[in-house]
């Protein structure tokens, strides 16, 4: 894939949010896989009760924090500890950066990355709002993260990393900025089958929508590997399928890809 090419695909990805970051509630489903499934109002929280996140965690947050993307609920598999310094990939509105500050308290630290600058302010408002003191948000590419070596001990992310062009590229930046031990625990969507090429050649709508830009489990683990983490765990959840299916209606998507929970450790 060219730099001109992974530059585009940043821009459409980019355009897409920015859209569901000024208009929040105008989104019908999770990632938002086409521009028609953002035309009609949705109960974020019943779309967010199907990715697993408790109806504690859903009142837990301030209003506008979440936005009914995602695929799983990666902080409730993180294992998260008091004090600890979480970093979220693709950080949104912060629905998960302010489930995770929770967790590791005052002493603690979660840092939100996310490369559209209209999420960003978004998740400083809700921040404010809630109060969450020990949450920031920082404008930057999960591809060229704005944090230091070696700074945090755990990774989260909820079904962004597949929209990046450069997943290799993602997976040896989590490895830089990790604590030695540090680990990730991602959900995101892995492929089951070989896409078809209409899908797969879609570098707009369904790139952006979480489709495309899907990679296999071996492929993940391949990459992952190849950063240098040790202790690769990728599990499909094929009970997402249940919800995949309303992404692109008709479509039948969940024949190819499912949610899948990765966690890793850096060595």
């Not at 859903?58 to 506008?64: K, Q, R, T």
């Not at 700074?151 to 900025?177: G, M, T």
């Not at 202790?231 to 299916?245: L, Q, R, V």
Request: charged share 25%; glycine share 8%; proline share 4%.
């Amino acid at each position: 894939m060219s730099e001109t090419t992974k530059d585009q695909i940043r821009q459409n990805v980019r355009a897409k949010y920015q859209k569901i970051a000024v208009k929040p509630a105008k989104l019908s489903n999770s990632c938002c896989a086409t521009d028609s499934c953002c035309d009609t109002p949705a109960d974020f929280n019943e779309i967010s009760a199907k990715l697993g996140y408790s109806s504690e965690e859903l009142h837990a947050v301030p209003e506008g924090a979440n936005l009914g993307l995602g695929c799983g609920n990666p902080q409730a598999i993180a294992e998260l500890k008091p004090g600890e310094y979480v970093l979220d990939l693709g950080s949104g509105g912060g629905f998960d950066c302010f489930l995770a500050s929770r967790q590791v308290g005052n002493s603690g630290k979660v840092i939100g990355v996310d490369m559209t600058p209209d999420m960003v302010s978004l998740a400083r408002s809700n921040a404010a709002k809630g109060k969450f003191h020990n949450a920031e948000f920082r404008l930057g590419e999960i591809e060229h993260l704005p944090v230091a070596d070696q700074s945090v001990n755990v990774i989260i992310s909820n079904c962004v990393v597949n929209l990046s062009p450069d997943k290799q590229q993602v997976f040896d930046e989590a490895y830089r900025v990790l604590k030695p031990g540090g680990r990730i625990a991602i959900s995101d969507i892995v492929t089951t089958a070989e896409l078809p090429s209409e899908i797969k050649n879609d570098m707009s709508d369904l790139y952006s929508g979480c489709i495309s830009g899907a990679s296999s489990i071996a492929e993940i683990q391949e990459m992952l590997g190849r950063s240098g983490f040790s202790d690769i765990s990728i599990e499909p959840k094929d009970e997402s399928k249940a919800f995949i299916k309303d992404w692109v209606p008709g479509a039948n998507i969940e024949e190819y890809i499912v949610s899948a929970v990765i966690k890793a450790v850096r060595r």
